[in-house]
């Protein structure tokens, strides 16, 4: 069957009966608790080429975060106990993979990803998370990993949004986010949010972070 008359369907089960595996290339941590994961560029390596082939284009049509707080991890060492707070966000994406042929016709699934970092990386890493789910779930990719395997690490004192009200605005803790993704970005916060951040209502902060993520995506040269 030529590939102009296939339906996204079949273009997606075509590719994925062609990509079967995405070998472990990242290298996660240092000396003991290190490991080998699925990179991102290792999935995107797999992926781009077979989409191509079977006239499937994918990106992440929308982002929602849906969670987002502060964890504490308490560790103890000679006696002498350490608390490192870091800032954790959990965003859902819905990823379309259209057919290029007949763009109204498209799949869409939902993923979500977790980022946890001490400074403004939080975000970045949820979105690259999520996307690479997608990817890998909507190809049915085979990598090895189990996360039920895996044990997680306490966190304690995790403090849990709850839900918005009408006029809530941003934490500082998600201030501080927003201006060192300015930094990153080369932006000026003054610029960029000419009303101040301690104004900036929470349901204007996903798209903030989005808008963010892409400038500091694009002047890393991410495709």
Not at 50 to 65: A, H
């Amino acid at each position: 069957m030529s590939d102009k008359v296939m339906n996204i369907y079949q273009r997606m089960s075509a590719a994925t009966a062609e990509i079967s595996r995405v070998s472990k290339n990242l290298e996660v941590g240092f000396g003991k608790s290190s490991y080998k994961a699925v990179g991102e560029a290792d999935v995107l390596a797999a992926v781009k080429p077979v989409e191509e082939k079977y006239g499937i284009y994918s990106f992440p049509v929308s982002r929602e975060i849906i969670e987002s707080g502060v964890l504490e991890n308490v560790s103890e060492y000679n006696g002498q106990t350490t608390t490192k707070k870091q800032f954790q966000m959990r965003v859902s994406t819905v990823y379309r993979f259209v057919n290029v042929d007949k763009p109204d016709e498209y799949l869409d699934i939902t993923t979500y990803g977790d980022g946890v970092d001490s400074q403004d990386k939080a975000p970045g890493k949820a979105m690259t998370y999520a996307d690479k789910y997608a990817l890998l779930k909507a190809y049915k990719i085979m990598t090895g990993d189990d996360p039920d395997q895996n044990e997680s690490k306490e966190l304690k004192g995790y403090n849990k949004r709850t839900p918005e009200k009408k006029n809530e605005t941003i934490s500082e803790k998600e201030q501080e986010v927003l201006k060192n993704m300015c930094v990153a970005a080369g932006l000026s916060v003054e610029t960029t949010f000419p009303k101040g951040l301690a104004a900036m209502p929470v349901s204007q902060y996903t798209d903030a972070v989005t808008k963010l993520q892409g400038v500091i995506d694009s002047k890393k040269g991410k495709k």
